[in-house]
């Protein structure tokens, strides 16, 4: 059950910029590891970026790699997703998951942001 609210998404021309949002929304935030996932029509959902509790151990997809970058900002108790010289097949519903690897784990998703991408 989708629980998070991103935010960020809309339509941008191929070489433009969107930044993501995802609140933990009351969350024990300094707990949670954040990540990234999309899913394009007619595809699986699939892993974009990750970024531990500590704003470490960031993980990406390969062909996002130098042009995307997650952050998290524990005063907002929020992940980021900058997404920059986006391309047509980054167009995708983008959701956001926070989850916690300690006992006892938790994990939550978001309801995902529309990204859309024009020539």
């Known amino acids: 059950q989708a629980v998070l609210a991103e935010s960020g998404g809309g339509s941008v021309q191929a070489g433009g910029s969107l930044r993501l949002s995802c609140p933990a929304d009351?969350?024990?935030?300094?707990?949670?590891?954040g990540s990234w996932y999309r899913q394009a029509p007619g595809k699986e959902r699939g892993f974009v970026a990750s970024i531990n509790r500590f704003g470490g151990g960031i993980l990406y997809e390969d062909s996002v790699k130098g042009r995307f970058s997650i952050s998290r900002d524990d005063a907002k108790e929020a992940v980021y997703l900058q997404m920059n010289n986006l391309e047509l097949g980054n167009a995708a519903i983008y959701f956001c998951?926070?989850?916690?690897?300690?006992?006892?784990?938790?994990?939550?998703w978001g309801k995902g942001t529309q990204v859309t991408v024009t020539s």
């Open positions: 998951k926070v989850n916690k690897t300690t006992y006892p784990t938790v994990e939550y």
């Open positions: 009351g969350r024990t935030f300094a707990l949670l590891d």
